[in-house]
T-cell receptor, first 114, second 115 residues
Framework: GAVVSQHPSRVICKSGTSVKIECRSLDFQATTMFWYRQFPKQSLMLMATSNEGSKATYEQGVEKDKFLINHASLTLSTLTVTSAHPEDSSFYIC??????????FGPGTRLTVL | GENVEQHPSTLSVQEGDSAVIKCTYSDSASNYFPWYKQELGKGPQLIIDIRSNVGEKKDQRIAVTLNKTAKHFSLHITETQPEDSAVYFCAASLSGGTSYGKLTFGQGTILTVHP
C-alpha cells in the first residue's frame, strides 16, 4: 500500500511554455500533499503544501503565480510551472500524507527547459 | 524553524559491515522522525520511522534510535549489501497542527557498499 504516482516522469519544453505535473495517491486518500524541488546532489526543498479544497501554502521565496497548485480531489494534486525558463529545470517530487504525519513520495518528474 | 543536521555526507563500507548515519534536530517539539532511501533518478522511499514516544525501532536489518534529550536520532543498517547503496535522508516534523506535518530534511548521506 501507500503508492504515489507522478506523471509525466520526464518532460522537455521550450522556454516560455507551461508544464503541468500530476501527483496521485493510488491506494489512499490524501487531504494533504506536498511539492518539493531537488537540485542535483542536494536535499529536497519544500515548495508548497497542498490541501484538498483550499489554497496551497507556499514556502518563503516560492512564487505562487509561477508555480500553480491545484488539489481538486483527495487523490490528485497538480503543479503547473508557468512560463518556464531554463532555471526552472529541476527534479520535482510530490508526496502524499497518510494519517497525521507519514509522507509517501512519488517517483519524481525531471523537467528540462530549453 | 526546525533545522536538521546529518552526518556523514558520504559513507563507504564493505559488504556485510554495518553502517550508521546520525542526525540532530533543533526543535524539541518535533515528534516524528522518518528515514528515506533515494536511488538515482527516483523519489525517496520511506524505509523506517520513529515517533518520540519510543526510543528504538527495528525492521529486519534496519533500526533507528532516538535520544530526545540530546535531540539526535540514528539509522543503523546491519549486514549491508550492495543494493543498500543509495542516498539516505533523515527528516523531522511535528505531527498535525497547522504545520500539516511538514518535513525538514537533513542534507543526505551517500552510502556506498562495496562487494
Amino acid at each position: 500500500g501507500a503508492v504515489v504516482s507522478q506523471h509525466p516522469s520526464r518532460v522537455i519544453c521550450k522556454s516560455g511554455t507551461s508544464v503541468k505535473i500530476e501527483c496521485r495517491s493510488l491506494d489512499f486518500q490524501a487531504t494533504t500533499m506536498f511539492w518539493y524541488r531537488q537540485f542535483p546532489k542536494q536535499s529536497l526543498m519544500l515548495m508548497a503544501t497542498s490541501n484538498e479544497g483550499s489554497k496551497a501554502t507556499y514556502e518563503q521565496g516560492v512564487e505562487k503565480d509561477k508555480f500553480l497548485i491545484n488539489h481538486a480531489s483527495l487523490t490528485l494534486s497538480t503543479l503547473t510551472v508557468t512560463s518556464a525558463h531554463p532555471e526552472d529545470s529541476s527534479f520535482y517530487i510530490c508526496s502524499a500524507r497518510r494519517g497525521s504525519d507519514t509522507q509517501y513520495f512519488g517517483p519524481g518528474t525531471r523537467l528540462t527547459v530549453l | 524553524g526546525e533545522n536538521v543536521e546529518q552526518h556523514p555526507s558520504t559513507l563507504s563500507v564493505q559488504e556485510g559491515d554495518s553502517a550508521v548515519i546520525k542526525c540532530t534536530y533543533s526543535d524539541s517539539a518535533s515528534n516524528y522522525f522518518p528515514w528515506y532511501k533515494q536511488e538515482l533518478g527516483k523519489g525517496p522511499q520511506l524505509i523506517i520511522d520513529i515517533r518520540s514516544n519510543v526510543g528504538e525501532k527495528k525492521d529486519q536489518r534496519i533500526a533507528v534510535t532516538l535520544n530526545k534529550t540530546a535531540k539526535h536520532f540514528s539509522l543503523h543498517i546491519t549486514e549491508t549489501q550492495p543494493e543498500d547503496s543509495a542516498v539516505y535522508f533523515c527528516a523531522a516534523s511535528l505531527s498535525g497542527g497547522t504545520s500539516y506535518g511538514k518535513l525538514t530534511f537533513g542534507q543526505g548521506t551517500i552510502l556506498t557498499v562495496h562487494p
